[in-house]
């Protein structure tokens, strides 16, 4: 391996080169939903059922979450502009090769696997965004840095479903990839001419911590994230979901102890969380990623299956959520740097609460679509005051040689909150709509697969009952992230001397 490059001066204008690396970021995690929407498709294009086309996604999504812990560490290793860069190039051709892999094989299993490398390419990215903002910008400008980093994070799980409606049927599902090319050279180039390197520390690298690490959440990540499929079952031979959850939970176990015996380059320092405000954000946006999941699935399907609407149409319902959310990301970066982030990440908290429970009232068959919307608009404010002000706090106090590690261990919590979301969900929407609906062959997996298939209206009212009652789930979830937020302190740049 080649010694980092030595690192230039801070920039004092930073802005451009955190502009850089947003393009790059909100293109990962729009590919993390993007695919949702070409299921039948990709069905039709590989002759396959179901099950293998969300391995597409789940391949995706593992290999994404799993090495966060490790791709951050190595962002402060290896200067996280180089590892970025990296990152991106794996991402860029990855995408190609997705969009090339009907013509390369008949079998789905050729894009999984090119899926893989997008998802670690997405992994090398997504720390360093983080880490550059809080080495780069002062802790009292952090605040407007990290709102724009919020909003993107927020905007793109609405954008990933439309524009994969519009590519779908305009140009094909190979498209879904293909747009990526494209958008990963120019995001290259800028991050190249834009990010500054940044100092590194060569020190040496805990493998064993890697080990346990990478093995423990894949194990935890793979049985959360498949349980369902396999009916919280045998997988196979002797394999199966409670065993992987239980060797998943030890390794990881094992991985603290070893991180709390390590005198020299820990993966995971765990003096971290010695930092208040580190620790209940990491909390917080752990509720945050299991409520924005698990409430975009029954949603999407209610729009689709009772609604009757395309998925680009049914995207578009929350669409003054994105506006939004981009409105309000400058208000809110200001409001970060110069108020209490129990005030602004509690009420964000609160008001995200709030609206999930809101547009449970509204997931009937009769609503009027001025009412979805109005809901959707307030889910907008409500993502302004929680994405950004969490994200600062978790690294507002971080020094510079911890900002990956932080970074990769926040990042991690956001991913495993959203799989954790996901798999729940599903659980509890199967569950509703066996209550109302005892007969209904396939429960909400069919209904997922068929897209905006006419419903009998003697059973809208029902399912759409089921998946209204589902909904109330995340709301639960994210007061639990509203009472962390209680604990919140004063970021040190607002405490008065003495």
């Keep these: 391996m080649t010694a980092p490059a030595p690192s230039g001066p801070v920039p004092v204008n930073p802005w451009p080169a955190l502009w850089a690396l947003v393009v790059g970021f909100f293109m990962i995690l729009v590919d993390s939903t993007i695919v949702a929407v070409g299921t039948p498709a990709l069905m039709a294009a590989f002759d396959t059922d179901v099950t293998a086309v969300l391995w ?33 190039t794996l991402f860029t051709f ?10 390369l094989s008949d079998s789905i299993g050729m894009l999984v696997v090119a899926r893989v490398f997008q998802g670690l390419g997405a992994s090398l990215m997504t720390p360093q965004t983080m880490a550059v903002i809080t080495r780069t910008f002062p802790p009292e400008r952090r605040g407007s840095a990290m709102a724009l980093w919020g909003a993107a994070a927020g905007v793109a799980t ?26 990963g050279i120019i995001g290259w180039l800028l991050a190249w001419r834009l990010v500054p390197r940044l100092e590194t520390h060569s020190h040496s690298f805990d493998w064993v911590g890697v080990a346990l690490s990478a093995v423990g959440l894949f194990c935890g990540v793979f ?14 031979g002797v394999i199966s979901v409670p065993l992987l959850l239980v060797v998943g939970a030890v390794l990881l176990g094992l991985f603290v102890w070893w991180q709390s015996r390590i005198r020299r380059e820990p993966l995971v320092p765990l003096g971290l969380f010695r930092d208040r405000n580190f620790s209940v954000s990491n909390v917080a946006i752990s509720t945050v990623g299991f409520a924005i999941t698990a409430m975009m699935f029954p949603f999407m399907i209610y729009a689709q299956a009772v609604r009757g609407l395309s998925p680009t149409r049914a995207a578009l319902l929350l669409a003054p959520q994105a506006v939004m959310s981009i409105v309000l990301a400058p208000i809110a970066g200001k409001l970060t740097d110069r108020m209490h982030p129990r005030l602004l990440a509690g009420f964000g908290l609160l008001t995200l609460a709030a609206v999930t429970f809101a547009l449970s009232r509204v997931m009937t068959p009769g609503s009027s679509t001025w009412s979805i919307l109005l809901v959707a608009l307030v889910l907008g404010v409500a993502n302004s005051f929680v994405w950004g002000p969490l994200a600062t706090s978790a690294n507002r106090n971080l020094p510079p040689h911890l900002a990956g590690a932080g970074a990769g261990v926040y990042n991690t ?24 609906l005892p007969g209904m062959p396939g429960g909400a997996s069919s209904m997922a697969e068929s897209g905006a298939v006419a419903m009998p209206d003697a059973v809208k009212e029902p399912f759409a009952q089921a998946l209204a009652e589902s909904m109330l789930l995340p709301a639960a979830v994210v007061l639990l992230g509203f009472a962390a937020a209680l604990f919140f302190e004063r970021p040190r740049h607002q405490q008065t001397p003495g």
């Excluded at 799989?419 to 509703?432: F, K, T």
């Design 56 to 88: 597409v996604t789940s391949a995706y999504l593992l290999a994404y979450a799993v090495p966060l812990l490790i791709t951050g560490r190595l962002g402060d290793r290896l200067g996280p502009k180089r590892v970025y860069l990296a990152g991106l």
């Design 94 to 103: 990855a995408s190609l090769w997705c969009g090339l892999s009907g013509e």
């Design 158 to 183: 609405l954008v990933g479903p439309i524009l994969g409606g519009v590519l779908l049927d305009s140009l094909g599902w190979e498209w879904m990839f293909f747009i990526n090319v494209p958008v």
């Design 223 to 236: 049985a959360i994230q498949e349980g369902h499929a396999y009916d919280w079952g045998q997988i196979t």
């Design 413 to 436: 919590t956001r991913q495993i909150g959203a799989v954790l979301g996901s798999a729940a969900i599903a659980v509890l929407m199967e569950a509703r709509i066996a209550a109302l």
